[in-house]
């Protein structure tokens, strides 16, 4: 894991889910998926919005050619943990990679935090919408 995402979770667990940085007053999850080859643990902060039901993050990595690893890790194993604020739930990941749904919701990232239309414009990869469904 890197640094950057080591100091990330760990004001995450200090502050109740609350960090600072680029994530300052947005909605910050943590996401433990399977390493997809090693089968371990692998934890990433991973921005989100809520859907009626289900909370919905995307796989940007900042608009870079290729998806995070951890988008990589919950195709091969869709069940995931997810950390919002001081809970943490087993919730099952479903990628939604075309459509009208996808648009619609990117669209609604957007709203919520600017940067992520910058992404779009930086690949030319359709980047991937992940819905998360909480189990309680």
Known sequence: MSDWNASIIEEFHANAGKVGGPFEGHDL???????AKSG????????FIRDQDRVVIIASKAGAPTSPDWYHNLRANPE???????????????PITEGPERD????????V???????????????????????D
Request: hydrophobic share 45%; net charge negative; glycine share 4%.
């Open 29 to 35: 999850l943590l996401l433990t998926t399977t390493g």
């Open 80 to 94: 995931v943990s997810v950390e919002i604020g001081t809970e943490t739930h087993k919730a099952t990941a479903t």
């Open 104 to 111: 619609r919701l990117y669209a609604a990232m957007v709203e």
């Open 113 to 135: 935090m600017p940067g992520f239309a910058e992404y779009e414009q930086k690949t030319d990869r359709v980047i991937p919408v992940v819905s998360l469904a909480l189990e």
């Open 40 to 47: 371990l643990p692998r934890t990433s902060p991973v921005a």
